[in-house]
């Protein structure tokens, strides 16, 4: 684990730092360590793709979902999940697509599930804003802004009496920052030191409310530091920096059981939900929206990759491809599905159906 | 059937020779034995709650239990019970089976968002692939002047909602194999206590036993008039029925102990068998459960109704103070005596 670090090293020092990691060589080091950031730029590049293609097929209207979109995110999901084990909790919101894509789920089933179809990862009766995958730790989200936060409170609660030395990440927007269930939580993830990383996706609006129409402070960070929770403030369009950040909280959480708040400064480029963008219709300005384009997680990281001689600009266009070729595959997938019988209405309203 | 009997005071317990040996003990011990069994079973089990470990032990029913199984397991908890509600959800989704404890059903309206848009949705939303197996216990208060917000009957809002299973266990027995079944039922279970239940007493087995959820019984057989009654109605409804034992009115008698799902069958043919059905409750009319009841029977047992369903319940007005507002608000057993001969008139 220590492998990054080094990297950092050698790009910031030029040269290795002694971290005992059984003498590794350099090129083996970087071998291992373009492997990270390679696996980050596709994944990112995943969320991205995925969700425009959702922007192209949208107006058909036969994708009858809410889509929250998380495109100008995706540096947060790539760069917390990455850190997880395949059965660590993951909660999240009724922005979820990045998160579910980052922590390992297959295109295919979650938009099977957009068009409502049985082979939907919720069978067609969640939609874009309960996606779940149980193999890979997704337990359900929610689309009731906080309403998940405790919910990862609780799955960390049952962690620590069962001693099974899983973590679990809440991911949140600023909106659930006003919920008293986020300080509900904090208090109680503090009083009982439970393994849980709370990964604030501060974008600065709730739908279309900003921040300082909701809030007296922009610092959301300062709830959790009230409750004496580590945190810390990252750029949330930098992948590597949520990248370092989640290692530290992770492993924290691991090892010793300790909670994080990681609050990640980013913006959401599309509108509140839809495929649009939002400047048209007053909700934001313009020139606000087009600074953060510049500072794009992609581009960013893209830029960082081929600086680090890691890809070059053929290599990334192959990635696209091939991304795309993946989630045309799983399009189809979704399309060709059957939708499921009506008699399935009544179906799973019960645990055992009595 | 010893285990459905129904005693209104230990008088009667001891003049019944029927079942001498079997071993009563009352409400809040049948509660507590439960809890305690389920434990020791089950180290998935725990309980949560405001209070839950403190010396009265949520009147009883939790008394000692942190001293045998210990604080994290008997867990005392912040004032923040919509958050903690939600951890408890989350909990079950991580396979423990929490059992979340309000001393008053007052205290449920703040933890309405957890309970009915997070526990009651899961396993729906989820497509079947996730399910939160989580008893939440909460206790009606009544009297001494308790007043609007420590005396709320509110099960009729959690029946509304698709998802969740209420039950209201009126004796011991039914207290200590509601429990048990609801911690393994596999969905949220709304269990729901009545303050003045808690001394009640009746036959318990000492062992782990189920009573299952759905399932009605008939707490006194009669041809003339059916009452169903809910909780501590049930014990109003006795004493109607004894009452009008005097006067030649032979009163059915069915407790119903689940309200969702609800044993309508038992219902159902009871009526068949009376014509005639009065409904009381510890709740309030407005949009009850007695609605609910009437709703089906007239819909589908029309043809056998001999006259008008009667409901007794609370008025739609908010629990006063003054023990004379007090009085003038709870129906009693005088009130059902009154349906009963108002519909045989």
């Given at each position: 684990?220590?492998?990054?670090?080094?990297?950092?090293?050698?790009?910031?020092?030029?040269?290795?730092?002694?971290?005992?990691?059984?003498?590794?060589?350099?090129?083996?080091?970087?071998?291992?360590?373009?492997?990270?950031?390679?696996?980050l730029l596709r994944k990112m590049l995943l969320i991205r793709r995925f969700e425009e293609k959702i922007i192209d097929v949208y107006s058909v209207q036969d994708m009858k979902t809410p889509v929250h979109l998380y495109i100008g995110q995706e540096a947060i999901a790539c760069g917390v999940c990455v850190h997880l084990k395949n059965d660590d909790y993951v909660f999240s919101t009724h922005r979820s697509h990045g998160h579910c894509l980052a922590k390992g789920t297959p295109p295919s089933i979650l938009y099977a599930e957009f068009y409502g179809r049985k082979s939907g990862c919720a069978k067609g009766k969640g939609g874009s804003m309960h996606l779940v995958d149980t193999e890979r730790g997704i337990w359900g989200t929610t689309a009731i802004v906080g309403g998940g936060i405790p919910l990862g409170i609780g799955t960390a609660l049952a962690s620590k009496m069962k001693r099974d030395n899983k973590v679990t990440v809440v991911f949140f927007?600023?909106?659930?920052?006003?919920?008293?269930?986020?300080?509900?939580?904090?208090?109680?993830?503090?009083?009982?030191?439970?393994?849980?990383?709370?990964?604030?996706?501060?974008?600065?609006?709730?739908?279309?409310?900003?921040?300082?129409?909701?809030?007296?402070?922009?610092?959301?960070?300062?709830?959790?530091?009230?409750?004496?929770?580590?945190?810390?403030?990252?750029?949330?369009?930098?992948?590597?920096?949520?990248?370092?950040?989640?290692?530290?909280?992770?492993?924290?959480?691991?090892?010793?059981?300790?909670?994080?708040?990681?609050?990640?400064?980013?913006?959401?480029?599309?509108?509140?939900?839809?495929?649009?963008?939002?400047?048209?219709?007053?909700?934001?300005?313009?020139?606000?929206?087009?600074?953060?384009?510049?500072?794009?997680?992609?581009?960013?990281?893209?830029?960082?990759?081929?600086?680090?001689?890691?890809?070059?600009?053929?290599?990334?266009?192959?990635?696209?491809?091939?991304?795309?070729?993946?989630?045309?595959?799983?399009?189809?997938?979704?399309?060709?599905?059957?939708?499921?019988?009506?008699?399935?209405?009544?179906?799973?309203?019960?645990?055992?159906?009595? | 059937?010893?285990?459905?009997?129904?005693?209104?005071?230990?008088?009667?317990?001891?003049?019944?020779?029927?079942?001498?040996?079997?071993?009563?003990?009352?409400?809040?011990?049948?509660?507590?034995?439960?809890?305690?069994?389920?434990?020791?079973?089950?180290?998935?089990?725990?309980?949560?709650?405001?209070?839950?470990?403190?010396?009265?032990?949520?009147?009883?029913?939790?008394?000692?239990?942190?001293?045998?199984?210990?604080?994290?397991?008997?867990?005392?908890?912040?004032?923040?019970?919509?958050?903690?509600?939600?951890?408890?959800?989350?909990?079950?989704?991580?396979?423990?089976?929490?059992?979340?404890?309000?001393?008053?059903?007052?205290?449920?309206?703040?933890?309405?968002?957890?309970?009915?848009?997070?526990?009651?949705?899961?396993?729906?939303?989820?497509?079947?692939?996730?399910?939160?197996?989580?008893?939440?216990?909460?206790?009606?208060?009544?009297?001494?002047?308790?007043?609007?917000?420590?005396?709320?009957?509110?099960?009729?809002?959690?029946?509304?909602?698709?998802?969740?299973?209420?039950?209201?266990?009126?004796?011991?027995?039914?207290?200590?194999?509601?429990?048990?079944?609801?911690?393994?039922?596999?969905?949220?279970?709304?269990?729901?206590?009545?303050?003045?239940?808690?001394?009640?007493?009746?036959?318990?087995?000492?062992?782990?036993?189920?009573?299952?959820?759905?399932?009605?019984?008939?707490?006194?057989?009669?041809?003339?008039?059916?009452?169903?009654?809910?909780?501590?109605?049930?014990?109003?409804?006795?004493?109607?029925?004894?009452?009008?034992?005097?006067?030649?009115?032979?009163?059915?008698?069915?407790?119903?102990?689940?309200?969702?799902?609800?044993?309508?069958?038992?219902?159902?043919?009871?009526?068949?068998?009376?014509?005639?059905?009065?409904?009381?409750?510890?709740?309030?009319?407005?949009?009850?459960?007695?609605?609910?009841?009437?709703?089906?029977?007239?819909?589908?047992?029309?043809?056998?109704?001999?006259?008008?369903?009667?409901?007794?319940?609370?008025?739609?007005?908010?629990?006063?103070?003054?023990?004379?507002?007090?009085?003038?608000?709870?129906?009693?057993?005088?009130?059902?005596?009154?349906?009963?001969?108002?519909?045989?008139?």
């Amino acid at each position: 684990m220590k492998i990054l670090e080094n990297l950092f090293h050698i790009i910031y020092y030029g040269k290795s730092c002694d971290l005992n990691s059984e003498n590794m060589e350099i090129e083996e080091i970087m071998k291992a360590d373009k492997a990270i950031i390679l696996e980050l730029l596709r994944k990112m590049l995943l969320i991205r793709r995925f969700e425009e293609k959702i922007i192209d097929v949208y107006s058909v209207q036969d994708m009858k979902t809410p889509v929250h979109l998380y495109i100008g995110q995706e540096a947060i999901a790539c760069g917390v999940c990455v850190h997880l084990k395949n059965d660590d909790y993951v909660f999240s919101t009724h922005r979820s697509h990045g998160h579910c894509l980052a922590k390992g789920t297959p295109p295919s089933i979650l938009y099977a599930e957009f068009y409502g179809r049985k082979s939907g990862c919720a069978k067609g009766k969640g939609g874009s804003m309960h996606l779940v995958d149980t193999e890979r730790g997704i337990w359900g989200t929610t689309a009731i802004v906080g309403g998940g936060i405790p919910l990862g409170i609780g799955t960390a609660l049952a962690s620590k009496m069962k001693r099974d030395n899983k973590v679990t990440v809440v991911f949140f927007g600023d909106g659930a920052a006003d919920e008293g269930t986020l300080q509900e939580s904090l208090n109680f993830v503090s009083l009982k030191k439970l393994p849980v990383i709370f990964v604030c996706e501060n974008n600065f609006y709730a739908t279309n409310s900003h921040l300082r129409a909701r809030r007296a402070t922009d610092d959301i960070i300062r709830q959790a530091q009230a409750c004496s929770i580590n945190s810390l403030q990252v750029n949330g369009n930098n992948v590597m920096d949520v990248y370092n950040a989640a290692k530290n909280a992770v492993d924290m959480a691991r090892d010793s059981g300790e909670a994080s708040f990681i609050e990640c400064k980013t913006y959401r480029w599309m509108e509140h939900v839809g495929p649009n963008y939002d400047y048209i219709k007053g909700c934001r300005p313009q020139s606000e929206l087009d600074e953060w384009i510049k500072n794009c997680p992609i581009e960013h990281h893209k830029d960082f990759t081929k600086s680090m001689g890691i890809i070059t600009e053929d290599d990334f266009v192959d990635m696209i491809n091939i991304i795309d070729a993946e989630i045309e595959t799983a399009i189809a997938f979704a399309k060709e599905s059957a939708f499921p019988d009506t008699k399935e209405l009544f179906e799973d309203v019960l645990f055992n159906n009595i | 059937m010893p285990w459905t009997k129904v005693f209104l005071n230990n008088k009667e317990l001891d003049n019944d020779g029927v079942n001498k040996g079997l071993r009563s003990i009352s409400y809040k011990e049948a509660l507590k034995e439960a809890h305690n069994l389920m434990m020791d079973k089950d180290e998935r089990v725990f309980i949560m709650g405001e209070g839950v470990d403190d010396p009265g032990g949520v009147f009883g029913s939790t008394v000692g239990l942190c001293d045998k199984f210990g604080r994290d397991r008997v867990m005392d908890i912040p004032l923040a019970e919509n958050g903690m509600t939600g951890v408890a959800i989350g909990a079950a989704i991580a396979g423990m089976k929490p059992i979340f404890v309000h001393m008053r059903m007052d205290f449920l309206p703040m933890c309405m968002d957890q309970i009915i848009n997070h526990a009651a949705k899961w396993y729906y939303m989820s497509g079947g692939r996730v399910n939160v197996n989580i008893v939440i216990r909460s206790i009606i208060g009544r009297g001494w002047g308790s007043a609007a917000q420590h005396s709320q009957a509110i099960h009729g809002l959690f029946v509304h909602i698709p998802g969740l299973k209420v039950v209201m266990p009126a004796t011991p027995y039914d207290a200590k194999g509601l429990l048990i079944s609801a911690l393994e039922d596999g969905n949220p279970v709304m269990f729901v206590e009545h303050r003045w239940l808690y001394d009640s007493i009746g036959y318990v087995p000492n062992d782990i036993y189920t009573v299952p959820i759905g399932k009605g019984v008939v707490r006194r057989q009669g041809k003339d008039v059916t009452v169903v009654a809910i909780s501590h109605m049930i014990y109003e409804a006795m004493l109607a029925a004894k009452e009008l034992q005097n006067e030649g009115v032979d009163v059915e008698i069915i407790d119903p102990r689940s309200i969702k799902p609800l044993d309508e069958g038992l219902i159902f043919e009871s009526i068949r068998k009376t014509g005639r059905l009065v409904i009381a409750d510890v709740g309030g009319k407005m949009v009850g459960v007695g609605a609910e009841i009437a709703s089906r029977v007239y819909e589908d047992m029309y043809g056998f109704l001999k006259g008008p369903v009667r409901r007794i319940g609370l008025p739609d007005v908010p629990t006063p103070c003054s023990s004379v507002l007090e009085k003038a608000y709870y129906p009693d057993y005088k009130d059902i005596v009154n349906s009963i001969k108002t519909l045989l008139s």
